[in-house]
């Protein structure tokens, strides 16, 4: 196979940090057979077979290349090895700590405006420009300190902040709603999120664009994307700009970047339902197929809860202009928005990563399919330590985030090669490496050499010419050899977060 493989970089490497010895408490827990559907032989762990099994059942599935040219082994380890590692008190939660974060994040947020509204004013700063720059400075704290708190609230979804269901959610309602964000429709598909990460016909969040979808969006045969010329640096910039402004919203109303398998909902509520504009596919319609029946109550909670701050918001803007109100609160949740896709864009793109079809995932699979990043002070203080501990979040989210970085050095040594974190440059890697994913991973296809469960497993290329080139495919060939043709694996939606490890 010819490919244009990068040389591996050192701050992408899989390794396994060898630091942290796995406890033998007793916490382990068989992963349930509804987060792990399908099961596949490899699913145990390799070590209880012989090593000429092991080793036929390698080269069955041929050779599999991420994006960078490093060859892929399909992760063989379980869910109840990866308990097992994790100290016993690191499951434990404080819901006194968990409100202490919440009432020092909204401290932040309150100090932050009565200082600037006190001290930059005319009177105080007669200067134009120094004012406006010091009010622009405002919207940056304002939204470091609101994603803090969206992330306190997305620990609450979660049952992570405390021990009670109902302060969880209590909490989580109030603050995600102070931010406009629908909690409990949230909360309710990010769990099944959770549940299929990987899955490409069912995570909710993050499927990438299969081959064929990017060549119909881009206006290209199949066959000819590896002939193409690559994007202009400044059509990467403009994706980039408008996936930061607007991504967000686009999820929360047309569900994109989420599964369209929809028909397949159990209680027929997804038939003739796309994703899309007023469709019905959206996180605020009780009758959307993101949605069994019995939860359609909480949607109608999530959206009174958006409606009560829409109306204290028109009220400020009413009576103390709209002006005020756009700086004050409209560009800091715009901000808050822009992190917020940031991190998970990253948490769940990145040249290392695969995505399994169904017939190849697995629960331990698909959690490993993340990556943990480095975002320095504000990362690991101000919001949370949400972004350095995202590999252990999609194993076991009940973990509180003050305990994740203790139980992802405990893990490391079951996932080896598996743990993948880029830490190189801290927040300025971080940063840099959005620009770095968004080069480099525009589609997904199998690997060329792939045969087999191998076929299943699928990894990111472009038409940059960075990394990996893609597959030669024959003029009039309409898919990418080893897709599915269509056929999908059975598939039920899961439940909400409360049921979650």
Known sequence: MSTTALPRNEAMRRTAAMDSTPSTSSNSSAASPSDTPTQSPSSSSLSSLGSVDESLLKSSRGKMLDTYGNEFQIPDYTIKQIRDAI????????????????????ASLAATFYVFNSYVTPETIPSTPVRAGLWALYTVIQGLFGTGLWVLAHECGHQSFSPS???NDTVGWICHSALLVPYFSWKISHGKHHKAT??????????????????????????????VAEETPIATAIHMFSQQIGGWLMYLTTNVTGHN??????????????????????????????????????????????????????LVGKNFGWVNLLVWYVIPYLWVNHWLVAITFLQHTDPTLPHY???????????????DREFGFIGRHLLHGIIETHVLHHYISTIPFYNADEATEAIKPVMGQHYRSDTKDGSIGFLKSMWTSARMCQWIEPSEGAEGEGKGVLFFRNRNGLGVSPQKIAEGQKTVPGHPGGKTTKMMLGADSDNES
């Open 165 to 167: 269901k109902t302060l």
């Open 87 to 106: 100290p016993a008190h690191c499951f434990e939660r404080s819901g006194a700590r968990g409100l202490a974060y919440v009432a020092r994040d909204v």
């Open 198 to 227: 990987g899955h490409l016909e069912r995570d909710m969040v993050f499927i990438p664009k299969r081959r064929e979808e990017y060549a119909s969006r881009m206006g290209y045969l199949v066959h000819e994307l590896s002939e």
């Open 261 to 314: 398998n929809h028909e397949k909902q159990a209680e027929g509520k997804g038939q003739g339902k796309k994703n899309g504009f007023w469709t019905g596919v959206n996180h605020f319609n009780p009758s959307s197929p993101l949605y069994e029946r019995k939860d359609e109550k909480l949607i109608w909670l999530s959206d009174l809860g958006l409606a009560i701050t829409a109306s204290v918001l028109f």
């Open 357 to 371: 079809e169904g017939h190849t995932w697995t629960f331990a699979r698909g959690a490993a399919a993340t990556i």
